[in-house]
């Protein structure tokens, strides 16, 4: 009878304790999440303001460049305003923003810039906290720098349809204008200069090639065949082929100077795009491939002389297949001091370390990276990676602009970009301009303040 009434206790006791747990519990589960709740929607809130602070420090330099330009401060506010709206119509999430809220100190061209942004909560939401306030603030001011710009320019096959060319060349022309102001104050014009580069199928050392290849121009090329067979199938008779080449296209560099910036020399010379003598089973002969051909001009080393950049600009001519990789490595060399020696006088680009000095490449493609020649080292998007990442390490901000291009092309132009805002992929001529303009203006000379 006592067992029992024990027992009958212990049930009691059990029972009631469960329940005692199940209501601390219950009690205790709302302030967790609401921890836990905040503490997300904190940490998502932060990455938001992160985008939105790089945003508006470039949008201060565009600003303060167009008032440089001449431009009435009614107009500045309005482009800034534009500026930051088609940023953030590129932007991932659900953030909310005001108009930017601009200053402006008189007699000077200093800029002031203030936004307030709102981020929708999460598990914030369920104890009644919808979203989460945060204000940006940048200014910058004008001030003389020093600056090297490589544009490199898609000029494969593709770029030949829907007037895709006309547009980039518009795009370019303009991008020049806003780098190089007419009205520029700079006490040395050749504190801003710009390269410029294409590829296609390979790319056209012009005259440099022989400097970058350890060839003339004008060649003459060998190859050893074997034109009889014994039966065990070892060579009875070696024979001797050679053609005459006129070409300055290259191909990747290879061994291991093959991603770096390496002065060409021993060791570290380009490939030559030479035809080779293979053996075509359906003819039963040998015979050489076609000569190798690429764009009809070569690169444009630095230089503050506009007439000659658009010149450049207007000559470009669609041809071939996108050898995007080799297109990263031109836009590098052009900014290497390490190639200093390959450069006419005047065309030398300044060390990596240089003090007030910035270096870009703006990279631009409307296709897939799809042509490559020494597949030892990768195919051409697994090149271009290596090639940009390399870049990137010596202090290059890379910019890319991926003009109707498919998965392929956007996916290794983001790669290659420096942040994800630096990164565009405009559908029509229009977007593509405004890219290039937005670009000139990000990597003016201006300087963020705050």
């Not at 929708?120 to 003389?144: A, C, E, W």
């Not at 034109?227 to 053609?243: D, E, F, L, M, V």
């Not at 602009?401 to 029509?428: E, H, M």
Request: charged letters at 20%; a neutral charge; proline letters at 4%.
């Amino acid at each position: 009878m006592i067992t029992e009434q024990v027992t009958s206790l212990i049930r009691r006791w059990r029972d009631e304790t469960r329940g005692n747990v199940a209501i601390i519990f219950a009690l205790s589960i709302i302030p967790i999440l609401s921890i836990v709740g905040v503490a997300i929607d904190t940490q998502m809130t932060m990455t938001q303001k992160n985008k939105i602070q790089s945003m508006i420090d470039n949008a201060v330099i565009y600003g303060a460049r167009s008032m440089q330009a001449g431009k009435s401060r009614a107009d500045v506010t309005k482009d800034v305003n534009q500026y930051v709206a088609a940023l953030l119509k590129q932007q991932s999430g659900n953030v909310s923003c005001t108009g930017v809220a601009l200053e402006y100190v008189d007699g000077k061209q200093d800029i002031n810039a203030t936004i307030m942004c709102s981020q929708p909560t999460t598990l914030s939401n369920l104890f009644g906290q919808t979203k989460m306030d945060f204000r940006v603030r940048s200014g910058s001011t004008y001030g003389i720098g020093k600056l090297e710009v490589s544009f490199v320019f898609d000029v494969s096959g593709s770029m030949g349809n829907s007037g895709k060319m006309n547009d980039l060349q518009v795009a370019a022309r303009d991008a020049v204008d806003t780098l190089m102001p007419a009205n520029s104050n700079l006490a040395n014009p050749d504190d801003v200069r710009i390269a410029m580069t294409t590829y296609d199928t390979a790319v056209n050392a012009g005259a440099y090639f022989k400097a970058v290849t350890n060839k003339n121009k004008k060649r003459t090329i060998s190859a050893t065949y074997c034109s009889n067979y014994r039966r065990n199938g070892t060579c009875k008779k070696w024979k001797t082929a050679s053609t005459n080449v006129d070409s300055s296209c290259v191909q990747e560099r290879v061994g291991s100077q093959a991603f770096t910036d390496a002065d060409p020399g021993p060791n570290a010379w380009l490939e030559a795009r030479d035809p080779e003598y293979v053996y075509d089973s359906y003819r039963n002969r040998w015979s050489w491939t076609s000569i190798p051909d690429c764009n009809d001009f070569g690169p444009l080393p630095l230089t503050h002389n506009k007439s000659a950049l658009k010149s450049y600009i207007n000559a470009l001519d669609d041809y071939g297949s996108t050898a995007g990789h080799m297109g990263v490595a031109w836009g590098w060399y052009l900014l290497a001091p390490t190639w200093n020696s390959v450069w006419p006088t005047g065309a030398n680009a300044l060390p990596y370390d240089e003090p007030d000095a910035a270096k870009a490449m703006i990279m631009m493609t409307d296709g897939e990276f799809n042509k490559y020649f020494s597949s030892g080292q990768g195919n051409s998007f697994d090149q271009a990676k290596k090639q940009c990442d390399a870049a990137k390490e010596k202090g290059i901000v890379i910019y890319t602009v991926a003009f109707k291009a498919p998965k392929q092309g956007r996916d290794i132009l983001s790669y290659c970009a420096s942040s994800s805002d630096f990164a565009f992929t405009p559908d029509n001529g229009q977007e593509l301009k405004d890219a290039y303009k937005l670009i000139a203006q990000s990597i003016s000379d201006l300087r963020i303040t705050y």
